[in-house]
């Protein structure tokens, strides 16, 4: 599995440049919430075998919903947001994105 997100904070940094010099307005959280996402996104479907549910932000949390648009599940952020997860341990972050998606997909 293989998505092109920033994995650092250097490269977040990075990105949220880039994307301003783009006239974008970015900030460090609107970068890093796009790679907490989409790399949840990601985990799912390889632990499902392709895309079966949908992930989306309930407040600092993320939401799990099926095809049929319903709320399966909720994982929630190990400190007070995902932002502050992925700024305090960017790997610890992904592993535990990572397990959530399998408990989730061996649920199903």
């Known amino acids: 599995m ?3 997100v ?3 904070m ?5 990105e949220v440049a880039r ?4 006239g974008e307005t970015a900030t460090e959280a609107d970068v890093i919430k796009y790679t907490v996402l989409a790399s949840f996104q990601a985990y799912l479907e390889f632990a499902e075998e392709g895309h079966y549910d949908s992930a989306r932000w309930s407040g600092d949390n993320i939401e799990v919903i099926d095809i049929m648009k319903k709320p399966i599940e909720t994982v929630k952020p190990q400190t007070d947001s995902f932002v502050n997860d992925f ?3 960017n790997e610890a972050c992904f592993i535990y994105l990572q397990e959530a998606a ?3 997909a061996g649920l199903r």
């Not at 250097?10 to 990075?14: D, G, I, L, N, T």
């Open 102 to 104: 399998a408990k989730i």
């Open 19 to 22: 994307r301003q010099a783009n």
């Open 6 to 8: 920033p994995e650092t």
């Open 2 to 4: 293989e998505i092109d």
């Open 87 to 89: 700024k305090t341990s």
């Open 10 to 14: 250097a490269e977040v940094e990075k």
